[in-house]
């Protein structure tokens, strides 16, 4: 009885923190979210302007208030406007029309392409000279769909209606055009896909 009293506690306490947790995460905005996968602390509005002072985040904070507006109201067309200006500037090529999952990371300023049409999942990495694109004919037409926790390493293409699945490393300069599914590591050209656990452990930090 005595150890079935102790189980019980400790699940509760668990349940507890897990709830608190759940309460506490309602209450952050998508960009302190995102924000927060770069420090693993919660920023104040001033302190997210601030850290705008890098590109990559400063990207983040305006992809996500077009996002936030209405294509067609008046703050939608005023950001977008924004937005369009900085991408030029920074040479990031990712739209509003993105469906980005909260937690969102870019590891570096430089060039990234992705289509409207991608779906990104949550705590995902993306890093430089990265491209997500649209494969126009084949057995893979359309567009890939990413899921949680997956880290996209420097120069590598992602083609083709595929599913990547969750907890996901693709090394660099990797050609993708095939399903992957959860728990894998990506390497080389032609793409081969290894079964890991752990594959993103410690490449993906302060996950919401």
Known sequence: MLIKQIFFNQQNLLNQREF?????????????KDFYRESGKWLSTGEIWAKCIN???????????CQQHSKKSVLGIFWRFVLRHHQIKYGFQIYPETQIGEGFYLGHWGTVVIN??????????????????QAN?????GVPEIGNEVWIGTNAVIVGKIKVGNNVLIAPNVYLNTDVPDNSVVVGNPA???SKPNATEDYINHKV
């Open 192 to 194: 081969q896909i290894i």
């Open 137 to 141: 004919r084949g057995k893979h037409e």
């Open 116 to 133: 409207p049409k991608v779906k990104i999942g949550k705590n995902c990495n993306i890093m430089q000279g990265v491209t997500i694109a």
């Open 20 to 32: 608190l947790y759940i309460c506490l995460m309602s209450e952050k905005t998508i960009i302190q």
């Open 55 to 65: 590109p990559n985040l400063h990207y983040i904070y305006l992809l996500r208030k």
